[in-house]
């Protein structure tokens, strides 16, 4: 079991970011992150499965009939088959945070490569799970958006699956 006295990766990876950025200002005057529309995606499980992959993209925005536009994450990983999520965010998408709490339907399956594990979570999955969106640019015009996914799911096994000790997996994504 995890101590809860310990950092996270993704906790980790953004004090190590803003340190970064401080030390930054200091540098040659060069960007000290990469452009958003050009970094790609970054897909990160941790957990029982140890993952990470970079593909090119994996971020859609895509408005449906009703006037309010989805996110869609669509990927896959070495050890993950297909990673698929979406995150209703509204009418009128703007950058800022949107969670489980806020969100009317949200919904993330990712399936193994190795195995019968399924891991979900989602606005109508029991358990829920839970999520957090950073959107820090939204092109409504080009169907783009750029932010982090934080996702909490379960993890599910068919009897006699062993899907490992955590009955959780954490999904971090950049985009």
Do not use: K
Request: charged share 15%; aromatic share 4%; net charge negative.
């Amino acid at each position: 079991m995890r101590s809860s006295h310990t950092c996270g990766r993704s906790e980790l990876r953004a004090a190590l970011g803003a340190a970064a950025l401080a030390l930054a200002g200091c540098g040659n005057g060069s960007p000290s992150q990469p452009d958003a529309a050009t970094a790609g995606c970054t897909v990160e499980f941790t957990g029982d499965v140890a993952d990470e992959a970079h593909p090119a993209s994996c971020a859609t925005l895509s408005q449906g009939d009703a006037g309010d536009w989805t996110l869609t994450i669509d990927t896959s990983t070495p050890a993950i088959a297909r990673v698929h999520a979406t995150v209703d965010v509204g009418s009128a998408p703007a950058p800022g945070t949107i969670t489980n709490e806020t969100a009317a339907a949200w919904d993330l399956v990712a399936l193994s490569n190795t195995s019968s594990c399924t891991y979900q979570a989602g606005s109508d999955g029991v358990p829920n799970g839970s999520f957090t969106l950073a959107l820090t640019s939204v092109d409504t015009a080009s169907g783009s958006a750029h932010g982090t996914l934080d996702v909490v799911a379960y993890v599910h096994a068919p009897p006699t699956t062993d899907c490992g000790f955590d009955d959780v997996e954490n999904i971090s994504i950049q985009f």
